[in-house]
């Protein structure tokens, strides 16, 4: 039943017509390379008119490149991923190719699947077509043999006659049966063919696809690392500043009259112009303290963790050093989940790990409270802390079962 059912069914017969026209495609590919590139590489010489020549030739080939895409996609519901944007790449003045496009796999992929592509569908049609004719014409050629001039048909000195009939009938029903099997094996194998030369290796284009989206949750998490730092400056720092500037003015006006009211103004002053500077330090620290760039990572640790009210106990060990963004995005997630524990998890002890694993290998940190859990993986905090770390091509992952203990545990590759 299945194996009638793949003779009328449309998956079949859309294969069969993406063969028959991958033969009629792949003959006019192979006539513009191979026209375009042998003229354009002969006339090189004669006062570079060849690289117009290779220039329009490339194009249309990017352009059927983009037609035997989208073919694949409707006939056969395959998607053959396009190559990413390569600035380098392009063309001077309309035609003239530049080095890169010239020297591209991407460049070298479409022009061997002009070349090969005719001969493998060649091959491919042949097959089905072959495949198709002989099982409809032996299953019925005991129909139409006794029409035949010499009465019967006739291989060689035997003429075919009884039970050659029913045999054939049966070698053409087999035949018949086994061609949509063929043709959609043959399918697929062209499908293959072409992902192998006109889209980039499967590795490549997932790795595209991870860094757009980590660049954009990175451009999102510095857009909100700026938001809040306005909003710290214009809410603490700088008012306190024009407090000061207040409380100075005053002073200067009573100087005159009131020496004692002057000194408490002044007094006064001088407390805002501290409370500022302290908050403008943590300000500071929160962005990237500077004992982080002389020091590391187990000294700038060790003062988030004096500052914070909850008892925490730190295991730092890191015997090479990694590169500044790493330890950055590190002390970040570190100084965030501390100051999640204070706010929200009412926790009473809390442990901070950090180990270096190889060289350059990679960084682990690990941050365990014992407090009530619950902490949602795509709240604001953890969410902005999981786009910081994509950033440089780390993990995060978090276990916070209600009750706790909540654990947040982040690999940054350091290489």
Not at 12 to 24: C, G, K, N, Y
Not at 64 to 91: K, M, N
Not at 176 to 194: E, G, I, N, Y
Not at 252 to 257: E, G, P, V, Y
């Amino acid at each position: 039943m299945f194996l009638i059912r793949d003779l009328v069914s449309a998956r079949t017969w859309l294969a069969f017509t993406h063969l028959v026209a991958s033969w009629v495609i792949g003959l006019l590919f192979f006539l513009i390379v191979a026209v375009g590139v042998t003229i354009g590489v002969a006339t090189i010489p004669l006062a570079l008119v060849g690289l117009p020549v290779l220039g329009l030739t490339l194009r249309c080939t990017e352009w059927l490149a983009a037609e035997e895409r989208g073919r694949f996609a409707v006939l056969l519901g395959e998607r053959i991923p396009a190559w990413p944007a390569d600035p380098r790449r392009g063309y001077r003045w309309l035609l003239i190719p530049r080095m890169a496009t010239l020297t591209s796999r991407q460049t070298w992929g479409t022009i061997a699947y002009g070349l090969l592509g005719v001969v493998v569908s060649t091959v491919t049609v042949t097959l089905i077509l072959c495949t198709w004719s002989f099982g409809l014409v032996m299953l019925t050629l005991p129909l139409y043999g006794g029409l035949l001039p010499g009465g019967s048909p006739v291989i060689g000195d035997w003429a075919v006659h009884g039970t050659w009939y029913l045999t054939s009938a049966a070698a053409g029903l087999a035949l018949l049966l086994a061609a949509p099997q063929l043709t959609r094996s043959l399918a697929v194998a062209d499908t293959a063919f072409a992902r192998w030369l006109l889209g980039p290796p499967s590795n490549l284009a997932a790795r595209v696809t991870e860094l757009e989206r980590s660049r954009e949750r990175v451009v999102d998490a510095a857009e909100s690392e700026r938001r809040r730092i306005e909003r710290d400056l214009h809410d603490g720092a700088q008012q306190r500043l024009v407090a000061l500037a207040m409380e100075l003015g005053r002073a200067k006006a009573r100087f005159a009259d009131d020496v004692d009211a002057a000194r408490n103004l002044v007094d006064q002053a001088h407390s805002e112009a501290k409370a500022a500077l302290t908050e403008l330090r943590n300000l500071v620290r929160g962005v990237h303290p500077p004992v982080l760039t002389d020091r590391g990572l187990d000294a700038a640790l060790s003062g988030l963790i004096a500052l914070c009210p909850v008892p925490v106990d730190m295991q730092v060990e890191v015997p090479v050093r990694p590169k500044a963004s790493v330890e950055a995005v590190a002390y970040f997630v570190v100084a965030e989940a501390l100051t999640n524990i204070a706010k929200h998890s009412r926790a009473s002890h809390a442990t901070v790990v950090v180990e270096g694993h190889g060289y350059p290998g990679t960084l682990h940190v690990v941050i365990s409270d014992d407090g009530i859990g619950g902490a949602d993986p795509n709240g604001a905090g953890l969410a902005g802390l999981a786009d910081r770390v994509s950033g440089v091509d780390g993990t995060l992952s978090v276990e916070s079962p209600s009750g706790g203990p909540t654990v947040i545990s982040v690999v940054l590759p350091c290489g």
